[in-house]
Nanobody, 120 residues
Framework: QVQLVESGGGLVQPGGSLSLSCVAS????????MGWYRQAPGKQRELVAV???????TYADSVNGRFTISRDNAKNTVYLQMSSLKPEDTAVYYC??????????????WGQGTQVTVSS
């Protein structure tokens, strides 16, 4: 099996910064795209940022210029550096990865989520 575990969420004031990380573990042959999604109360889950294995990032318009996604393939880890945070960034943030296990086709896995709250 494969597990994704996020860390780094919490409470931050508007304009502040916060970093998230997500480690994938288990029977992993290769990880393709890794990304971050978020879901605010009463809203659908939405893409925040995704990064290819070759380090090519894509961002949602709402976070472009404020958030930075990166990854460490040797550590099976993806990061999200968030700055200039706004109250509307408040949500549960989920890690997502397209993982290929040994002898298997790639599948999408999700972390359990970490709460980010932006409030004064």
């Amino acid at each position: 099996q494969v597990q994704l575990v996020e860390s780094g969420g919490g409470l931050v004031q508007p304009g502040g910064s916060l970093s998230l990380s997500c480690v994938a573990s288990g029977s992993i042959f290769r990880i393709n795209d890794m990304g971050w999604y978020r879901q605010a109360p009463g809203k659908q889950r939405e893409l925040v940022a995704v990064i290819s294995r070759g380090d090519d990032p894509t961002y949602a318009d709402s976070v472009n210029g404020r958030f930075t996604i990166s990854r460490d393939n040797a550590k099976n880890t993806v990061y999200l550096q968030m700055s200039s945070l706004k109250p509307e960034d408040t949500a549960v943030y989920y890690c997502n990865a397209d993982v290929q296990r040994f002898g298997k086709m790639p599948m999408t896995y999700w972390g359990q989520g970490t709460q980010v709250t932006v409030s004064s």
